[in-house]
């Protein structure tokens, strides 16, 4: 599968729906990054439409929410909204559970 | 990624809802984000190092902010309320610079060729997003760069960088987590890291700003009212005005709305807390401590806490309403002793945080963290066995009585529980016995009389007797700047030269 050069910054999207993250932490290097089963795309990539939601995938991005790895060293914020799960070198990723705050600003 | 990012997800989903508000102007989610386009094109027209800008709160002032984001370049607020000299030695250091001011502050301004002045009012003028094409901006350049007070010095430039700014606000704050019926009154100036912190973390929340120009007790509790304002931060001069103006005109402290209240950048005084929980029983106090090189909060006292201080009888538990709270999730802390040794529960010591936050950089000294992340906040005090953490001054401010290291705080607090007693301060005063010794300047309440032997029982009674302040004299008022941080430095002055 072919690879995503990821930093911080860097925006990806879902090549299967309208799902778009960005990288907040990421050790530099080179990712198997997918989303409803499809590798997402990089920055000035477009889907060519040829890709859909892998069967049974009921996941989604959610808007705000943060996505991490199980040892917390990669986290992705998703900044729109869309189907699919996204998964990182084989494992998919997890919400972050926030802990909440009362709002002090 | 830079903090515009914080702006384009409301703008996204929430285009239609309202912002910000001041007085008669308001921008929707959508409109800000327009106009902080359009002014990131005529920034980056300029081709200047810095936008900056002096004037009061208005909707031009998040323009300006998340605009400066969208073209990449750093966002430097300046103080209005320095000396004419003073505002002109910073507007020095930022240029080349395109400085946006207030109509009120043009006559300030020593004109420069390296710096185009341009009204703040523009702003907000035009339509559509000017042609805006989006720059890679690079997480660890600078979003925003804030001039410390300089309560003790030569003001310095702090440095906060995309990556601190949002790791912030996304590690503290839920995304569109406000309802569209919230409403959070800013009455704290532009300059200053909890106006930043303010105008970020209410946009990505999603809750609409109301603006206050300046503040004022009558101006805020009617904003509060005509906007139904739902939370606001206060700093503790602040509230402690609002309860005055209170208990003076005998109006009702009638502001339905309000279901949160934020307090921070200076100490609180105890009584000052009582008596705001007991004249609004529904509202949610936060006590939020941070410093401006840690991009705002890093240790927050929730509601319940203040709440179960209050009803509490154990010294242990009671004492948390002095409190600033436990780190957040996004930071740690750690108190040392002067060897750098890591100190124990309710062992006194120097405030090390770290945390992606945390800057710790200031433009011309570089970064001050240390190998591991720390950044020394100069501020002295202890947690308890629960991580409460307590505040008891700055470094430069703890008497060295003899050897024995004494903090103003505690000194401070057991003067203000007197009665007769309205304010105080307790610094450092020569002495050449001890080094240095214990002297108090003391605000009266009005038609109070008491006899310095009076006080000085007080706390010798309360506290151990070296703790016993030498000198007290009485003032009609004690010197705040204008976020209510006492210039201790200025008492200090007095005490050095007996005129006090």
Known sequence: ?105 | MNISMLLDMPADVFGERTAVVCGDQSLSYGELRAAAQRAAVAFQKAQARYVAVLDVNSPALPVALFGAGYAGIPYVPLNYRLTRAEINELIARVAPAVLYVGAQFRDLIDPRDDVQLRDTAELLDGEGDGGFVPVDVDPASVAVQLFTSGTTGKPKAAILRNENLISYIIGTVEFGGAEESDAVLISVPPYHIAGISAALSSTYACRRMVQLESFSPQAWLAAARAEQVSNAFLVPTMLSRIIDHLDQTGEAAALPSLRALAYGGGKMPLPTIRRAMALFPQVDFTNAYGLTETSSTIAVLTPDAHRDAAASTDPKIERRLASVGQATAAVEIEIRDDAGQALGPDEVGTIFVRGGQVSGEYLELGSSLDGDGWFCTRDVGFVDDEGYLFLDGREDDVIVRGGENISPGEIEDVLIEHPAVADAAVVAMPDEQWGEAVAAAVVLRTGAAPAVEELQNWVRERLRSSRVPQAIVFKDELPYNDMGKILRRVIRQEFLQGAA
């Open chain 1, 1 to 105: 599968m072919s690879k995503l050069t990821l930093k911080a910054g860097t925006r990806v999207s879902s090549a299967v729906s309208d799902a778009q993250l960005m990288v907040i932490k990421v050790p530099a290097g080179e990712y198997e990054l997918t989303c409803g089963g499809a590798p997402m795309l990089g920055p000035g990539e477009s889907a060519d439409g040829s890709a859909s939601l892998a069967d049974g995938d009921a996941g989604a991005c959610l808007m705000g929410k943060r996505y991490v790895d199980p040892e917390e060293t990669v986290e992705m914020l998703c900044t729109k909204a869309g189907a699919g799960t996204v998964v990182l070198n084989g494992t998919a990723l997890d919400v972050k559970q926030a802990k909440q705050l009362p709002s002090s600003d």
